[in-house]
């Protein structure tokens, strides 16, 4: 749930990077981190195996300035998608307010993403929260696969298997070159902080 | 109709604020006519939905902890036991040749300080030897031993900052403490055996001849030092039996002093 | 990195366990690298834990913790120890890649633990520092 300091005129927003492992969760944000260093003007914090799998959590926060009177941080993180580290997954998901399912659009990988997606409807209930309440945007990565050759799954199948009942805002995006990497963002963000509107007045 | 206003006032600062951000950097999206129609459903449906979604806490100032008002009569200037303890929490928290030196350097001193009073004088002594136990064995030492040191040190403790506590409770406090000193000799004796089984029969070691020649000293005080030579559980059994001897002595003599008192009252 | 350990290797690891530290009145006690796999674990036979998500989360903790020394200009902190109102739970790597984790109760001073946990590590490092120039 966002935080906010009502002394301070501050809200904190959790927003987390979920799906299945390697699906692209890391490299959206060290995407936007990148990117945006500059403007952004905040440390990235990862919490890697030497593999480079995430152990714990990728940490990027940001301000987006004054909203309503409220200075709005918002807080990127990220999950560790292997199935092993679902502990770890529940204790990430702890207040999160605003969730991107990052689903691995190749083909192999279909079963995985539907895993995920129910892993995370789980892992919501165990905070009481429904994943048809939460703010959430999907996002089908590594459509640039497709130039290599490598068999991916038609959007039409991705929404049925993972948008069929939420019905939430989509976009095919490739984290490694950034498509749709921003407008995921600015979706989620806009999302969620219209929810926690209430809050702003 | 104002709320609809408002929603799209917030909502178009949002966006202006986020593409301020980040609008110039997204020169390579590329959204389907498909995404953007789902898009409106999803809003749509999402403003029908996000009733209960409340914000967070409030921070709550810090209120002023008033300062700890020093216990009458023990000031931190005036407590006797202050470094004894700081050593015995450091000997909790980390076993170093330092800091069970400076162990062993404190209970020599408070000896002296408190050289007429032979009940803490005792507790001292557990103390030294539980100490000396520990530096000569380290990490073999028993587990147990960290536990005890503790405990006596916490009786010692309550009777040297007891203001009214009479010397029969003292001492009952001592013989509890004493008895679990005993305890932990069965039980280092037993480990000591154990790993003598297991290792077969050795030459003995030097210390023993040491030992045998101090247990024919007469014991009228307890011994000033354990047996610097201590390297060996039999040692401590040793200091354990002065120890004893020298408590009943006491306590028979205090008996017979008290017997005395209440005759005369 | 990848790495193996024979059965040999694997029993020689559980008995300095089971002789510096379960023997001496540990819990339980696992060996696993720090991407929260385990190499080796024993309790006392006392309580059953669920291993593979305290192993998981001990790495991501130590992991979290690490950064947070750097953060402060820090290599590493010497001491991870977590106090319990019953249990307590100890860290200590073991070179760069392994975490040795003990769960004790408060019969164990944690002075005399962490002198338990040294023997056992520097035994330890036999085993698997040649691991790691493979």
Redesign the interface.
């Given at each position: 749930?966002?935080?906010?300091?009502?002394?301070?005129k501050e809200?904190?927003v959790k927003i987390v990077y979920y799906g299945p492992g390697r699906g692209g969760k890391t490299t959206n944000l060290e995407y936007i981190y990148k990117?945006?260093r500059k403007?952004?003007n905040t440390e990235m914090?990862?919490?890697?195996?030497?593999?480079d799998?995430t152990?714990?959590?990728d940490f990027l926060p940001?301000d987006?300035?004054v909203?309503?009177g409220y200075n709005v941080k918002i807080q990127l993180y990220t999950v560790?998608g292997q199935v092993?580290?679902?502990?770890?997954r529940r204790?990430v998901l702890r207040g999160v307010?605003g969730i991107v399912f990052v689903a691995d659009a190749m083909a192999v990988r279909r079963e995985k993403n539907i895993q995920s997606l129910k892993n995370l409807q789980e892992n919501l209930a165990n905070y009481k929260k429904s994943i048809?309440?939460i703010?959430c945007v999907m996002q089908y990565n590594k459509v640039d696969l497709f130039e290599q050759g490598i068999p991916l799954l038609p959007?039409e199948i991705l929404e049925k298997d993972l948008n069929n009942q939420l019905?939430?805002?989509?976009?095919?995006a490739s984290a490694l070159?950034?498509?749709?990497?921003?407008?995921t963002?600015?979706?989620i963000?806009?999302?969620t902080?219209?929810?926690?509107?209430?809050?702003?007045? | 109709m104002v709320d609809t206003n408002k929603d799209d006032k917030l909502d178009s600062e949002i966006a202006k604020r986020l593409d301020d951000l980040f609008g110039e950097g997204d020169a390579s999206s590329v959204e389907t006519g498909a995404m953007q129609a789902d898009d409106a459903a999803a809003d749509e449906n999402k403003s029908k939905s996000q009733a209960g979604q409340s914000g967070g806490d409030e921070i709550f100032e810090l209120k002023d902890v008033a300062a700890n008002k020093p216990d009458e009569g023990h000031l931190p200037g005036d407590y006797p036991l202050a470094e004894l303890k700081n050593m015995v929490l450091s000997i909790d928290w980390e076993i170093t040749d330092e800091v069970l030196s400076g162990f062993l350097s404190q209970i020599d001193s408070l000896k002296s300080t408190y050289k007429n009073e032979k009940i803490v004088l005792m507790f001292l002594q557990l103390l030294g030897s539980l100490g000396e136990y520990i530096k000569t064995n380290r990490g073999n030492a028993h587990p147990q031993t960290f536990k005890i040191l503790n405990s006596v040190f916490a009786r010692l403790d309550e009777v040297v900052l007891s203001q009214d506590m009479s010397e029969l409770e003292k001492k009952k406090i001592l013989r509890t403490e004493m008895n679990k000193y005993k305890q932990l000799r069965k039980q280092v004796s037993k480990k000591k055996a154990t790993a003598a089984n297991k290792r077969q029969a050795k030459p003995p070691k030097k210390d023993e001849t040491d030992i045998s020649a101090s247990k024919t000293r007469k014991v009228d005080m307890p011994s000033e030092k354990v047996p610097a030579t201590a390297k060996s559980y039999d040692s401590l059994a040793e200091a354990i039996e002065e120890l004893k001897q020298f408590i009943h002595s006491e306590l028979s003599t205090l008996r017979l002093e008290l017997k005395k008192i209440h005759k005369s009252k | 990195m990848s790495y193996t350990l024979g059965q040999k290797q694997l029993d020689r690891i559980e008995d300095i366990l089971n002789q510096d530290l379960i023997d001496n009145g540990v819990r339980c006690v696992f060996l696993i690298d720090m991407a929260g796999n385990i190499i080796s674990n024993l309790d006392n036979g006392e309580k059953q834990h669920d291993i593979y998500s305290l192993a998981a989360l001990a790495a991501g903790n130590f992991g979290a913790v690490s950064a947070m020394a750097k953060i402060i200009g820090e290599n590493e902190f010497s001491l991870l120890f977590h106090k319990g109102k019953k249990e307590n739970i100890h860290f200590n790597k073991i070179t760069t890649e392994f975490l040795l984790i003990t769960i004790f109760g408060n019969d164990i001073s944690l002075g005399f633990l962490r002198l338990k946990v040294a023997d056992s590590v520097e035994q330890l490092k036999t085993i698997l520092e040649p691991l790691l120039s493979l």
């Open positions: 749930m966002a935080f906010v300091n009502l002394k301070n809200i904190q990117k945006f403007r952004i914090v990862t919490v890697k195996t030497h593999g799998r152990l714990f959590f940001f987006i300035g909203i309503n560790p092993k580290y679902n502990a770890t204790l307010d048809f309440k703010p959007v019905k939430r805002p989509s976009f095919k070159t950034g498509t749709n990497v921003v407008m963002l600015k979706k963000i806009s999302m902080v219209a929810s926690i509107k209430k809050d702003l007045r | - | -």
